[in-house]
């Protein structure tokens, strides 16, 4: 007998129209978001292990000074140097992880009635929900699996380095013990302090802008990019730069992203549209306690996501400052057994394909189908110090709205 899965109910996704009337149905909106190429990707090989090892090479270990290193006269060199420079290793491990889906039970009773394009519709939307799994993905590994992270803190309580965990070679660190009281908002100003550490301390590598000069990036919410346009010293050379004719200066304060391709004080942003945000801090973990950023609400047909409003209320907020170069994803080479064991292609990639089985039970008259998707990916740890999670307070904005004059 057929397997019926009984968990999925029929649901018409196409919206019927009684009077017959075509209509033009709205594509779903596809969430932007700058962290689907931050990371460099690669194949993870079949049959291999399930935990894989992943050999870093650390930096060499002077074994002479490199402040006035030694160098003696060549006429007296006549023996072998007895300076020795060392070189580690550091290894990690890291597994492949799959998330499998499917969209509802479709059945095409339902499509004889409905709009045209209703069905290319709804799969656009699926399509557009995987990308969001993936961005998703990225950004919630990079913020647990980071070696350095940070918390915007008063500074009249927390000195930097008190603020600030992790360093070179460390892995899932935490975020410092700071009070949720204590955390305060951030400024461009903190994250230029943070790229130089990243750049002097860390010795993070910088991606390249295509025009010989190098960056960091910043990822974060519109609003708290917005405050680093308003902040004094960074409107006034925004300002300065626009007089003066430069491009950069124009672009910086009319587009809705701050840079296009050049670096501000070696920093470039981009936005976040669903930036993580928390409503407080675990004080056994210190891990932010995220909400997410969607809630579900009952339409016409099926149930539809809505932005949660306790998110847009939250009080605490996550951002990154990324060098290149902190982990690779990798998808899986493609398996198709071994011997007289042959399996067919396997999903990998979040590819969306149509299942339409015709059977004895539940399907008798091939009334229903559904979409399949699967997601197969392993993070490879290569420098985790090179991306810094920041975590600070979302302090209310002016909101622009005047009282209106007595006469």
Known sequence: MADCITPYTAQAIATKDSNRVLGQIAKALAINSPFVNILDGGVLPAGVSDTVRSVIQEQALPGDSLINPV???TKDLCAPGTVVDNVATTEYTYSLGTKRGRGPKICVKGAYAAYKGSYLMA??????VITQYYNADVRYTLLSRSGVKFVA???????FAQMLTGGESQIDVAFANITEAAIAQLTFKTVAKLGRYMHEVLLSEQFEDGTGGQHYRFIGGPDIVESFRAETGVKEVLIALTTGGFKFGSESLTKYQWETNVAYRGITMGIDQRPLRASGVNPTTKFPNLIEPYTSVATTNGNASRVNPTWVA????????IGKGSFERLVPERFTGEGSFKFSPQLALGELVWHYVVDNDCNQYGDFGWHLYEITRAYRPVRPANVMPILYRRCAQDSGTVICPGT
């Open 123 to 128: 799969e656009d939307a699926l399509k557009k």
């Open 153 to 159: 803190a008063d500074p009249a309580q927390f000195t």
């Open 314 to 321: 939250a009080t605490l907020e996550v951002s990154y400052l």
């Open 71 to 73: 160098f003696t006269a």
